[in-house]
């Protein structure tokens, strides 16, 4: 929403950041408002929306009035998926989710980090840092620090961290990384590991928008 109204990313200038923020804001206040009118309470909650990324970007691909709109705010393979619409609505494409700055954002973490916990205290749940580990394996220490920066010195409520994982179904081993072979015994009976919400589960069962995600996603080492 920011990237069409102001042509930038929230990670891109501080105009977008700002009307991110004072979006949300509205949104709060109104959400306040409607609880008070109604003596009922109304949460403003941030939804994990996975499929919805990839709907609603399909959706106004496919919309005359919307698709050139759309494609210039479109994540994921955009050429790819202009080349199989009408064949399939399973495109490689989806929008930034929720509050987040986009997983290929060219950014450090702090600066992740920086800006997506500013939304934390306007949320009423449902919010989540994702930390997208490389296929190093980081230290425990290392994490546990990391974690405790972040619970003290940020707004953060909620984090994850994610290391992507090969499990080979010939022998039961597990690698770090996504591998199309097994690299112990070089099987290609494998399955891929990795988390689209809040927890792990098989990549294969996922759709084309969040596969095409998990390519784009920017992966750190702590």
């Not at 919805?52 to 691909?61: E, M």
């Not at 997506?116 to 980081?138: A, K, Q, R």
């Not at 009976?189 to 596969?211: D, F, P």
């Amino acid at each position: 929403m920011v990237q069409y109204h102001t042509g930038k990313q929230i990670h891109e200038s501080k105009a977008a950041y700002k009307l991110a923020i004072r979006a949300m804001l509205e949104m709060k206040l109104y959400a306040q408002k409607l609880s008070k009118e109604n003596d009922i309470t109304i949460a403003l909650a941030r939804t994990p929306a996975e499929t919805t990324a990839q709907r609603f970007a399909v959706s106004d691909l496919l919309h005359e009035e919307y698709k050139s709109k759309a494609a210039t705010v479109i994540k994921g393979d955009l050429a790819a998926a202009l080349q199989q619409i009408g064949k399939t609505k399973d495109l490689p494409i989806y929008y930034t989710n929720g509050t987040h700055v986009a997983v290929n954002a060219d950014i450090t973490l702090p600066e992740r980090i920086g800006y997506e916990h500013t939304f934390f205290p306007v949320v009423d749940g449902g919010n989540i840092l994702h930390i997208w580990l490389g296929e190093g394996s980081s230290r425990p220490e290392g994490l546990m620090d990391f974690a405790m920066q972040l619970a003290k010195n940020t707004q953060v409520g909620y984090f994850a961290f994610t290391r992507d994982m090969t499990v080979c179904t010939a022998e039961g081993s597990v690698s770090n990384g996504l591998h199309n072979k097994c690299p112990k015994c070089g099987s290609d009976k494998v399955q891929h590991l990795s988390r689209i919400t809040g927890y792990l589960q098989a990549v294969e069962g996922w759709n084309a928008g969040k596969r095409q995600e998990l390519k784009d996603r920017k992966r750190v080492e702590i």
